[in-house]
């Protein structure tokens, strides 16, 4: 069935350092890729998003790359800050039709001091 | 611009009990959608709708899960009886149109916690 997973369910990184996030999506038709960040007690917060018609998007310190060869996408958040520890989420979808996202299991970013 | 708004937050009830949920999705969002995260992971669509009518419910429990959207704009979730495994918090989330190209995002309510004992 449809599934999107994560690599690391845990990871963490000292204040400052660059981290990154992996996602791997099983279904080679999705063309829309989200990634979420959840805080503890709220709902999904929207980061980035990105298309499979390309392979980068830059946001503000935030960037994700996507290999549609080996179906992989990660997130890569630069300068890290204590702000950023949360659940990451990577969900997919196909543009065309009701637009129902999948998301995957999600991985904890602890941010040390 | 308020947020998708969720009541209660918490609940706590016993198994057979039922529930429910309540949302005001963001105004003027025509799309409305609960899903549930159980603990550890993402979360999954139960239903979903385009003003008031039913898009998607395919991973609705019917025989236990039922959802309204009267006159298109809040909405609510019930559970009826409610098994153990039903223990998750359940998200609402709104969009402006499923249809149109710039409405991808979807934005999330603060989630209720349900606790079945």
């Known amino acids: 069935g449809e599934s999107v997973g994560l690599h690391l369910p845990t990871l963490s990184v000292q204040e400052g350092d660059n981290s990154i996030i992996n996602c791997a999506y099983s279904?080679?038709?999705?063309?829309?890729f989200i990634w979420y960040k959840q805080e503890s007690g709220k709902g999904p917060q929207f980061i980035i998003d990105?298309?499979?018609?390309?392979d980068k998007r830059q946001g503000q310190r935030v960037t994700v790359l996507l290999n549609k060869t080996v179906k992989h996408l990660s997130l890569q958040i630069a300068a890290t800050q204590p702000g950023d520890s949360a659940v990451y989420f990577c969900a997919e979808t196909i543009i065309q039709g009701a637009q129902k996202l999948v998301f995957g299991q999600g991985t904890r970013l602890t941010i040390n001091p | 611009e308020a947020g998708v708004a969720q009541s209660p937050r918490y609940k706590i009830i016993e198994k057979r009990q039922s529930v429910a949920f309540w949302c005001n999705p963001i105004s003027g969002h025509a799309t409305l959608y609960w899903y549930q995260q159980i603990l550890g992971q993402g979360p999954k669509l139960l239903i979903q709708f385009q003003n008031n009518g039913v898009v998607d419910d395919s991973q609705l429990p019917k025989d236990r899960f039922s959802a309204e959207r009267l006159k298109g704009v809040d909405s609510t979730l019930k559970i009826q009886p409610a098994k153990l495994e039903d223990s998750a918090v359940y998200l609402c989330a709104s969009s402006l149109n499923h249809r149109t190209v710039l409405t991808y995002e979807q934005y999330f309510g603060p989630g209720t916690r349900l606790t079945v004992t």
């Open positions: 990105i298309r499979s018609n390309m």
């Open positions: 279904n080679s038709a999705s063309d829309y």
